[in-house]
C-alpha cells in the first residue's frame, strides 16, 4: 500500500524535491558569500559604511525567508489537495476501495507518506537558512529570533505549518472532489490562518515572556539551603 501510494505521488514530490535543494542550495552559496564578506571588511561593521552589509545582501535574504514561508504553502496547494480529489476525478478510488484494505487505511497510508516525505524535504532548506541565519542575523538587524517573520522560518513552526497545509488540502480536497478547486480553497485557508496568527501573536507575546534566569521550581539554590542548615544547627 505504501509502494503505491508512492507511485501515485512521486512526480509531485519529487517537483517539491527540486523546489527544496535549489532552494536550499541557494541559502548555502549566500551563507558563503556572506562569510566571505565579513572576513573581507572585518568582523565589525565597518563605522563609515555601516548599512553596507544589509545594503549588500538585504534583498536575498528577505527572498530566502519568502522561499521558506512559501514552501509550506506549496505543498499543501500541490501535493495536499490534489491527494484525494485527483482520486475521485480520475475515479481510482473505486479500484483502491474495492480492494481489501479499508477506506482508513487507505486515506491514513497516503496521507502518511506525503506528511512523512514532506517534512523530510523541507529538513533541507531548514537547516540551509539556520545555517545562513547565524551568519546574518545579527548584522541585518534580526539577531532576535522572535521577530516576525523570522519566526516563522526557524525551529519546529515551518514543519507545522507544512503538516497543516497538508492536511488542510488534503480534507479540502476530500470534499470538493476536484483539483483546482481544492488548490484555491487551500490558498485561502492556508492564507486566512497565517493572517490569524499574525494578528493574534503580537498581543500574546508579551504575556508570555519574562526576562531573567530560569530557575527551576521547588528547588532553593544550594548555597541558600547550606544557610538554612547552618543556621538550624
Do not use: C
Not at 120 to 133: D, F, K, N, S
Amino acid at each position: 500500500m505504501m509502494w503505491v501510494a508512492w507511485r501515485q505521488q512521486r512526480a509531485t514530490l519529487l517537483g517539491l524535491a527540486a523546489v527544496a535543494v535549489a532552494l536550499a542550495a541557494a541559502m548555502v552559496y549566500l551563507r558563503f558569500d556572506m562569510q566571505a564578506f565579513i572576513h573581507a571588511h572585518g568582523p565589525a561593521p565597518d563605522p563609515a559604511q555601516p548599512y553596507r552589509f544589509s545594503d549588500t545582501y538585504g534583498e536575498p535574504a528577505e527572498l530566502m525567508l519568502f522561499g521558506m514561508l512559501l514552501l509550506p504553502l506549496l505543498i499543501g496547494m500541490f501535493l495536499g489537495a490534489p491527494l484525494f480529489s485527483r482520486e475521485f476525478e480520475q475515479h481510482t478510488h473505486l479500484l483502491a476501495l474495492s480492494q481489501s484494505v479499508g477506506r482508513t487505511r487507505w486515506a491514513l497510508v497516503k496521507l502518511g507518506v506525503a506528511a512523512g516525505a514532506s517534512v523530510l524535504l523541507l529538513l533541507v532548506p531548514l537547516g540551509a537558512y539556520t545555517w545562513m541565519y547565524r551568519v546574518a542575523g545579527h548584522r541585518m538587524d534580526i539577531d532576535d529570533r522572535f521577530i516576525r517573520p523570522v519566526f516563522e522560518a526557524q525551529g519546529l513552526l515551518p514543519i507545522m505549518y507544512t503538516v497543516f497545509a497538508l492536511v488542510a488540502g488534503a480534507g479540502i480536497g476530500l470534499l470538493l472532489g476536484n483539483t483546482v478547486a481544492a488548490i484555491g480553497a487551500t490558498l485561502a485557508v492556508f492564507a486566512i490562518a497565517r493572517f490569524s496568527v499574525e494578528r493574534i501573536r503580537p498581543g500574546r507575546l508579551d504575556e508570555h515572556t519574562q526576562p531573567g534566569r530560569v530557575r527551576r521550581q521547588g528547588r532553593p539554590p544550594r548555597r541558600a539551603g547550606r544557610r538554612r542548615r547552618a543556621d538550624a544547627l
